[in-house]
């Protein structure tokens, strides 16, 4: 164990990703469930235009069933989380057995509820399980390349989506300095021009509200993987 | 060992937590599936394995000494103990492999021995499995969960702890090794055995390689990060058959494979774990001269029974197997995981007729088997134990010494009725404990 290859370094890369997909889409969604109970229908409208992904739905509860559960949505939480999956399991080596072990139980969850009544409920432990996931990973995943490159993945994920629900600035700030610092040390090729240009937006506090689609691109590309 | 019993339900679901399965296809589809767990282990008394490792030593000792022999002088083959037409038309000898010599001359590092425990009491081997044998990953997961179950079965039970399965692989592979890194290499994660592929991985500290990964320089081969840095292999455990190893020696079409392998192979600058060409010694034909290959190579008698066999390529067992179809078991040798199995008392009276035809037409593609009564095992259903039909593989290892695992993949069936007891058709496993008194 110690060589990470181009292969698994995309892997890494978008293990991270997805968790963190899953992750801050679940809890934008449990925010955004609460609005749908006094909401007219179509009120998850909105959402789906900001985060770019097809409005396919017919109707809120439709919308709360596939967004979460259907597995042919490519855009539903456990359409994204078996991505995660499909990352992580190749990755037993680099990351261990007992992290491994938390993606396969947030997957595990999600399938499990897809009959649920309840899902804030049962859907709960995924977000334990992620951050569990995390944990875990600063413990046992040996090599701080890969925990790097993960985070990467991870951080830019996140500033993408908190661009994209036009989060407050100041959290936009600390990821992106979370990220920055993250990238300074893996050895992945990145795009300079990409970060002078964010770090540009970030410094003259751009308007995420109208430039948010400027910010994305320079976002997308930073991080030169497939 | 009733707290072990009652924690069954625990110990499956932390196995598929830690995502212990195997990848099935069904349709063209892939899927993956868990492997159940029955937690009423394979019980070996310490001279029964004093006993089978014994004659398991001896058995894979002599197989190597066949693969040396049959790719180099052949002298067992000019001896007239095998016949030539069972070496040369199998289809696990490959010319590709003539005249090469492995490092250390081991060619089957790891070998997965099927053997059934025989309602007189014998053990019988029904078959030897020198490619790729999986399937050891499994009891040594489930033990290490066993024991965090039921502390107390383990701490009032002299049983040897079998975890050190990934120390006596690493061993091998150090013992081989040509001076690089050790790589584990699969054929990806829709490979039946990847979570076995990748668990080795983890536990024995190799790197888990795809094809792409590698690539050959210089006549050595290389594992390439994604820096671009390189770094030499020394030693290469591959789970993937030999035919798609190296796409310049063998299946040109084949996407996978890392070309030149065989020529690093060759010149000695890479060990590749088990060589290549071992189908021919695991050839169900050639099973029935393996207790030949111990007298001749050994000079010794062969310590485990095979079941016994009939090959129909001889006149005399043909025209015993012809007469007596309905009480044998046919395997056809091309195939393997419980494929190409049939039992003469399944068979209607037209089938029968069919099978006997295809046996005088093709001889050599059939073998046959008495069926052996073997030895039921108990198994959880419900709340309720129920007998099933069980084998064990047990995994021998071949290094510095040739080394028998004190433990073993103990399969069984779920159906009733039948005696197959793979997991891609069904089966489930058990923990196979061996007594240290």
Redesign the interface.
């Known amino acids: 164990?110690?060589?990470?290859?181009?292969?698994?370094?995309d892997h890494l890369y978008w293990l991270g990703r997805y968790t963190e997909r899953v992750y801050t889409t679940l809890r934008n969604f449990f925010k955004i469930y609460d609005c749908l109970i006094e909401s007219p229908e179509g009120a998850y409208r909105g959402y789906c235009e900001r985060l770019n992904i097809p409005d396919i739905y017919t109707s809120n509860k439709q919308f709360v069933y596939s967004y979460l559960f259907e597995g042919e949505n490519p855009d539903s939480l456990l359409s994204n989380m078996n991505r995660a999956y499909?990352n992580a399991?190749?990755l037993?080596?680099e990351i261990?057995?007992k992290v491994?072990?938390y993606i396969?139980?947030a997957l595990?969850t999600i399938e499990a509820g897809k009959s649920t009544t309840a899902p804030v409920f049962d859907l709960q432990p995924v977000l334990d399980y992620l951050l569990a996931f995390w944990g875990c990973a600063d413990d046992y995943v040996e090599m701080e390349d890969c925990r790097n490159i993960m985070k990467c993945g991870k951080y830019v994920e996140r500033l993408d989506l908190y661009i994209r629900l036009n989060y407050n600035m100041k959290d936009i700030e600390k990821e992106f300095n979370k990220l920055v610092h993250r990238i300074q040390k893996t050895?992945?090729c990145y795009n300079m021009d990409n970060l002078d240009r964010l770090t540009e937006m970030m410094n003259r506090k751009a308007d995420w509200k109208t430039e948010y689609q400027e910010a994305l691109c320079y976002l997308g590309g930073i991080i030169e993987v497939r | 060992m009733r707290e072990l019993i009652d924690h069954t339900e625990g110990i499956n679901r932390l196995l598929?937590?830690?995502?212990v399965k195997f990848g099935l296809y069904k349709n063209g589809t892939f899927h993956e599936q868990l492997f159940p767990f029955d937690a009423i282990p394979r019980v070996i008394s310490h001279e029964q394995f004093l006993y089978l490792e014994k004659g398991l030593i001896q058995r894979v000792n002599a197989l190597n000494l066949f693969l040396e022999d049959v790719y180099g002088e052949k002298k067992i083959i000019r001896d007239g103990v095998v016949p030539e037409e069972f070496v040369f038309s199998s289809s696990g000898y490959l010319p590709e492999c003539e005249g090469m010599t492995p490092p250390k001359k081991i060619h089957s590092h790891i070998s997965g021995i099927d053997l059934v425990l025989g309602k007189d009491g014998d053990w019988y081997i029904l078959e030897d499995n020198l490619r790729i044998p999986s399937g050891a990953s499994y009891p040594m997961i489930a033990r290490e969960i066993c024991r965090q179950a039921s502390p107390e079965t383990f701490r009032n039970n002299p049983i040897v702890d079998n975890r050190n399965y990934a120390k006596l692989l690493q061993e091998v592979m150090e013992y081989v090794n040509t001076g690089g890194?050790p790589v584990i290499m699969t054929p990806?994660?829709y490979n039946a055995a990847?979570f076995e592929h990748?668990?080795l991985?983890?536990r024995t500290?190799?790197?888990?390689?795809?094809c792409?990964?590698l690539f050959v320089e210089d006549n050595y081969l290389y594992?390439?990060?994604?820096?671009g840095k390189k770094?030499q292999v020394g030693v290469i455990y591959r789970r993937i058959s030999d035919e798609y190893l190296d796409p310049m020696t063998f299946l040109p079409e084949s996407l996978i494979g890392v070309p030149g392998i065989m020529d690093v192979y060759r010149s000695g600058h890479v060990a590749i774990v088990n060589a290549p060409g071992n189908g021919v010694a695991d050839d169900k034909g050639i099973y029935y001269f393996v207790p030949k290959m111990v007298k001749y190579y050994l000079g010794e008698e062969p310590i485990l029974k095979n079941a016994p066999t009939y090959l129909p390529f001889y006149e005399e067992d043909r025209k015993y197997v012809l007469d007596n179809l309905e009480k044998l078991v046919v395997k056809d040798v091309a195939e393997a995981g419980g494929y190409g199995v049939i039992f003469g008392n399944e068979l209607s009276r037209e089938k029968l007729a069919e099978m006997k035809q295809l046996i005088e037409k093709e001889s050599r593609r059939f073998i046959a088997q008495e069926v052996i009564d073997f030895q039921d095992m108990s198994i959880m259903e419900g709340d309720e134990p129920v007998p099933r039909k069980a084998d064990l593989r047990a995994f021998v290892l071949s290094g510095e010494k040739t080394k028998v695992w004190a433990s073993g993949l103990t399969r069984f069936s779920r159906n009733p009725d039948s005696f197959v007891v793979n997991s891609s058709q069904g089966g489930g496993f058990k923990d196979t404990w061996v007594l240290s008194r």
């Open positions: 164990m110690g060589i990470i290859s181009l292969e698994k370094l499909d399991i190749v037993r080596e261990s057995s491994l072990s396969q139980l595990d050895h992945m | 598929a937590r830690y995502g890194v990806g994660r990847y990748s668990y991985a983890e500290d190799s790197e888990l390689a795809m792409t990964d594992f390439r990060d994604y820096r770094q």
